[in-house]
């Protein structure tokens, strides 16, 4: 039996592979989800008519609250769907889907599944759903499956999800099948090999095309010949493209292609664009020579139902269009749903006013209850029913029109007395374009409605309406699965007895209402909007003539006859005769006087002969016609000599005038040529003094370029789209030391724009000198430019709060604001505004101490700047102030944004800031006052730092310098501002952090110098033992004012550097050698207990008392006379805690949700090196590793994808974290 069952699988494929390709009845889907029908009465009937004889569903395929009694035979020949398949509180026990075969799910039920079997149980003794029957379905592309709450299906869980799902569905995870039923089922495997099944009988097997196949996606067997063509989905029946049950991408005429072909193409002999005979549009995933009726087709060979930006809608040879506009595209009115109406449920008294005017709407209408009696919720009034004669002027509606409510004193919708089209491009819940329920109307008045263009129509419940069925909806459908729905509504002979019946002149009976002005057509003549019996030809106040059966009335300048006819047209030259005057050809009330005529500035007079014809007067007088004879006609006078005296004396006067001009210009040009000249000779000698001297300090920082040869790279930290980050080592030129550096390589084919960003941040990273900002070490000029840094044992803060958390207390949180802020401080001194602070780019070089890093975005001002505005490009958005935002406006008060928003990242030990919402949602729910939620660690005075930081007024948050102040006196009683859990349990050692142990277990890391100890040398600086040896060298490059200062020992410091001597300074000065500190005192001093910390002192950062003294206070560090660039720091750990290594780290629940273990221990904070980068436009393979950050946002308006338009473009409308921005006022849709 299992036999005859494949070979009779094997006739159906070699069945469908003789027939030939027909083109496919396609049909509309729904999009009502579990919404309960809006007519239950009528909602079989929908359904049948929607899908009867339908193969491809251009959407979803709904099927909910179906009977147990209905006939699903509708459904037996859909063979694939765009959308997502429902299947939800029916009653049937089976669905008659044998023949569907691909789910593309280019929209997904709850935005996961693309099929759904939801709570199909039948009435009490209805046996429900009880099997799914989708022998054929073999592929679905993307989304997962759920099915639950059905206690009498069987054989869910018998199916092999995994072979039907494609190979790149991203929810091929997302698979929910519940298998709690109230029946037993038959066991699969006594008709299927395989065990694998959809329903009971033999021909139910699931049928396999990919766990089987011999490494391809898809085959019809398990041989290596058996496999498909790349370009099939759901399997074959041989090896071309022209064998798939159904196409990957696009089907054209049975043929399965990656593109459909474009309509143009060049011709590389006439280097011509031309048009291409074989050219096709793509319409979902077929290729049609021309778009179906109502959809628009796009320059670029697409069908659309909305045309893009800068595009205009137009109709061309009753083709309708998307053209690009040559200006500005004009002013449209937008409806519901679309542009800022978005989101809005209906028309009110707040946005009638928009429609003011409106021939045409791109959008829909709705009416709901709350129209006419106002919303509290929104504070909306009430609308005035007055004001829908705005809609008067409405012609077509390019959506749906949806009325629920409508006022009881109107009688019909004659406001829409002129709306010609309904087209019908977005459906109520995808299925109704006119929908009229619960209303008091009689009739509904849409005299001028010519066409509905898609979608059905739904009448019910209206219990005073009349006269639908008079309606000719046949003749107003354009297409055969268009239908009227109508229940619950006044029966046609209750309306008749009623007297409520057409205009007995309208043709065939058909009417929209009572009376002559409601006929659908005129059995005899129209006269305006009236049906009458005959035209006013010889008789009437006013004569009128026939025009078919239009009446039109003659010209006012029509002699009426007796008789016979007054006129043949309505012009005033076919007249029979004029009432006053004829001119010309024309019938005039008075002949011309001194009237211009077209495109002439002579005036003409004319006069009326006895024959009443207008003739032209004997004298055409120009000017100064004040007298005329009897016949009206201007009398010749002689010019007057007062006239000829003024013109000569005027003229006269302006010759004389431009003399004196003339001389006057002539003698000052020749008295300037000697000033100019005399100038010249007198500062020959003179030295050129600056006009605008900017008093700006010149910056002497020093560029070590190094040679490749000095170079040893060990390992790749990171690699992203424009380089490589290696860990290296930089061993000097005849020296003997190895120096642990970070190396960053552009890649080989990296534009030169990449080469100068790179050069632009080693220039910033060179001019700093602060210990708490990173230092460039020096730069590699080879073929691709590498970038030297010194490289930080710990990796970057963000990772390491998340590593340690469970060691962090409050005294580190704090220290580290400290730091950071006094880092920042020392930027905005140097007029360098950083834009891209976060935890990420701050780099810890021991547990005490932390740099900040990442100059990737930092900008330096000029002398004059205030502000910087940047071009675009990807930015951090949820690190960003609202300003840098909107306006892309880069300050140091922006920075401080930055700051507060690092700063809760620390509090939250690592928590993403705004963690679930997109990146575009961000500057609105900003605007609106939302701000990052307190953490629980943080008492309410670091939380409203926090907040200062976040005002929308830049000018109120605090200076970095007040930020410095602030944490540095929390610092000083760290547990009474942050409140931690075991806050004395001590960080861990140099070795128990995971790169750091990395870093020696590296062949060649062994015996390493740090670059500070290398560049200036401390023996014993910062230790208590002076008799250690450091290895120390200074560089040859380092000028000799640069030289280590000799400094006097002492025991008891703290392990800390003391700040660099900065290459770039400020601009009030150089920068402070000896700042405040940036730790405090972490460790007890000896004979005190590890958790008696001093509580107070006069600054929290300083240093460490020496042993014997008072441990209350603390030692001020030994001034120097020259302090030296760089200081090499000793770490060391107490003895009497020795570091014991930490556990995995496990997530912490904050408000904003689980945070995950952090990817890698080590990040050096730039876009190379992080591993979640994503690719950019163009990168190779349609389905390759992202390596986009998705903490930024792409702001640059210039950079799009690759010209192919290949698939390893990312969609937008598939990526809605990053949005390309033209310009400030640009929006996201």
Known sequence: MIAAGGCLGAGLL????????????????????????????????????????????????????????????????????????????????????????????????QDRYALAVLGNAGPAGAPGLRQLGMRHLTEILKGGVLIERNPELCFQETILWSDIFHRHNEFRGEIQVETTRTRSCPDCRALCAEGHCWGESKWDCQTLTNSICHGCPRCKGKKPTDCCHEQCAAGCTGPKHSDCLACLNFNRSGICELHCPPLVVYNSDTFESMPNPDGRYTFGASCVSQCPYNYLATEVGSCTLVCPQNSQEVTVNNVQKCEKCSKPCPEVCYGLGVDFLKGVRAVNASNIQHFSGCTKIFGS?????????????????????????????????????????????????????????????????????????????????????????????????????????????????????????????????????????????????????????????????????????????????????????????????????????????????????????????????????????DASFVPVWKYPDEFGVCQLCPTNCTHSCTIRDEDGCPVDQKPSQVTSIIAGVVGALLVIVLLLITVICVK????????????????????????????????????????????????????????????????????????????????????????????????????????????????????????VTQLMPYGCLLDYVRENKDHIGSQDLLNWCVQIAKGMSYLEEVRLVHRDLAARNVLVKSPNHVKITDFGLARLLDIDETEYHADGGKVPIKW????????????????????????????????????????????????????????????????????????????????????VTEFSRMARDPQRFVVIQNDL??????????????????????????????LVPHHGFFSTDTSTTYRSRISSMRSTAESPAKVEEGEGLASFPFPAQGLAEGPEGPVPEVPDGDKVALQSPPGREPGTLPRYSEDPTGLVAKDGEDPDSFTVPVPHSTMPEYVNQAEERSPHTPPSPLDKPKGHQGKNGLIKDPKNSFSFGHAVENPEYLAPHGSPGPFSQAFDNPYYWNQDSTKGGGSDGGPGTTPTAENPEYLGLAGPDATAV
Not at 69 to 76: C, G, Q, R
Not at 480 to 504: A, D, I, M
Not at 986 to 1001: C, E, K, N, Q, V
Request: with cysteine; aromatic share 8%.
């Open 668 to 787: 000052r040009r020749r008295q300037q040529e000697r000033k100019h000249t005399m100038r010249r000779l007198l500062q020959e000698t003179e030295l050129v003094e600056p006009l605008t001297p900017s008093g700006a300090l010149p910056n002497q920082a020093q560029m070590r370029i190094l040679k490749e040869t000095e170079l040893k790279k060990v390992k790749v930290l990171g690699s992203g789209a424009f380089g490589t980050v290696y860990k290296g080592i930089w061993i000097p030129d005849g020296e003997s030391v190895k120096i642990p550096v970070a190396i960053k390589v552009l890649r080989e084919n990296t534009s030169p724009k990449a080469n100068k960003e790179i050069l632009d941040e080693a220039y910033v990273m060179a001019g700093v000198g602060s210990p708490y900002v990173s230092r460039l070490l020096g730069i590699c000029l080879t073929s691709t430019v590498q970038l």
């Open 14 to 109: 070699l069945l469908a592979a003789l027939c030939p390709p027909a083109a496919a009845e396609v049909c509309t889907g729904t999009d009502m989800k579990l919404l309960r029908p809006s007519s239950p009465e009528s909602h079989y009937e929908t359904l049948r008519h929607l899908y009867q004889g339908c193969q491809v569903v251009q959407g979803n395929l709904e099927l909910t609250y179906l009977p147990a009694d209905a006939d699903t035979s509708f459904l037996k020949d859909i063979k694939e769907v765009q959308g997502y398949v429902l299947i939800a509180e029916n009653q049937v026990s089976g669905l008659e889907l044998q023949s569907l075969r691909i789910i593309r799910g280019t929209q997904l039920f």
């Open 985 to 1014: 349990v001590g960080l861990p050692g140099s070795m128990d952090s995971t790169f750091y142990r990395a870093l020696l277990d590296e062949e060649d890391m062994d015996d390493l110098v740090d670059a500070e100890e290398y």
């Open 365 to 597: 209408l709705a009416f709901l209850p709350e129209t006419f009696a106002g919303d509290p919720s929104t504070n909306t009034p009430p609308l005035d029913p007055k004001l829908l004669r705005i809609f008067e002027s409405l012609e077509e509606l390019t959506g749906f029109l949806y009325i629920a409510a409508w006022p009881p004193d109107m009688k019909d919708l004659g406001v829409f007395q002129n709306l010609r089209v309904i087209r019908g491009r977005v459906l109520h819940n995808g299925a109704y374009s006119l929908t009229l329920q619960d209303l008091a109307v009689q009739a509904l008045g849409l005299r001028a409605l010519q066409e509905i263009s898609s979608g059905m129509v739904l009448v019910h419940h209206n219990p005073q309406l009349c006269f639908l069925q008079k309606v000719p909806w046949h003749s107003i459908f354009r297409n055969p699965r268009q239908r009227l729905f109508q229940t619950y509504n006044k029966p046609p002979e209750q309306c008749e007895s009623e007297g409520l019946v057409c205009f007995h002149l309208c043709a065939q009976g058909h009417c929209w209402g009572p009376g002559p002005t409601q006929c659908v057509a005129c059995e005899r003549f129209l006269r305006g909007q009236e049906c009458v019996a005959s035209c006013n030809l010889l008789d009437g106040a006013i004569r009128e003539h026939a025009n078919g059966t239009r009446c039109l009335p003659c010209h006012p300048e029509c002699q009426p006859q007796n008789g016979t006819e007054t006129c043949f047209g309505s012009d005033a030259d076919q007249c029979v005769a004029c009432a006053h005057y004829k001119d010309a050809q024309q019938c005039v009330r008075r002949c011309p006087s001194g009237v211009k005529a």
């Open 880 to 963: 960003m102030a609202l300003e840098s935002i909107l306006r892309r406006r880069f300050t140091h008060q922006s920075d401080v944004w930055s700051y507060g928003v690092t700063v809760w990242e620390l509090m939250t030990f690592g928590a993403k800031p705004y963690d679930g919402i997109p990146a575009r949602e961000i500057p609105d729910l900003l605007e609106k006052g939302e701000r990052l939620p307190q953490p629980p660690i943080c008492t309410i005075d670091v939380y409203m730092i926090m907040v200062k930081c976040w005002m929308i007024d830049s000018e109120c948050r605090p200076k970095f310098r007040e930020l």
